[in-house]
């Protein structure tokens, strides 16, 4: 019995050290598809004139979760609802920003963007699209350190502290 509990503890510490290592690779890889969702915005704007709903709607379409939820969340909310683009934005952040990867950085980053959101021609508006993008830029960079750094540890961590609390317990 006592080797069934250490097994238990081993196993769910060793768990909780990859959990924190994924977080770590997810980061990078969302705000990729962040970045691409933002590309795919900005032509489909400035080059194809479509619509903010419909242009949305295509890019949450094109993009795997949980991106393309954001962009799918935001057009529904357009289409749907007698908000501001602002507004819309906003509440779409909110309500996918729990399922992400991504830290308070980013967010203020796409609260950024969302503010200027539908408010200018399209040459402010892709202006705006390029700076959103630059900062996100900066924040996968630190990203990827973050991943180069701490992923290894974060799994040795979880290993070692279980067998740590092991040791202790016998």
């Known amino acids: 019995m006592k080797w069934l509990g250490a097994l238990l503890i081993l196993a769910a510490s060793t768990w909780m050290g990859f959990a924190a290592a994924r977080m770590l690779y997810e980061r990078p890889r969302q705000l990729r598809q962040l970045k691409a969702a933002l590309r795919a915005l900005e032509a489909e704007v400035m080059y194809g004139h479509t619509p903010l709903a419909e242009a949305s709607a295509h890019i949450a379409r094109q993009t795997a979760a949980p991106m393309g939820e954001l962009f799918f969340r935001f057009a529904e909310a357009l289409r749907t609802e007698e908000t501001s683009v602002v507004e819309a934005w906003e509440k779409s952040l909110q309500a996918l920003w729990g399922k992400t990867a991504l830290k308070q950085g980013e967010l203020e980053v796409m609260k950024q963007f969302g503010a200027t959101l539908g408010q200018y021609d399209r040459l402010t508006q892709q202006k705006q699209i390029a700076l959103a ?38």
């Open 133 to 170: 993008l630059a900062h996100l830029e900066r924040e996968e960079a630190e990203a990827l350190d973050n991943q180069a750094r701490y992923a290894k540890m974060a799994k040795s961590l979880g290993v070692l502290a279980g067998l740590l609390l092991v040791i202790l317990l016998m």
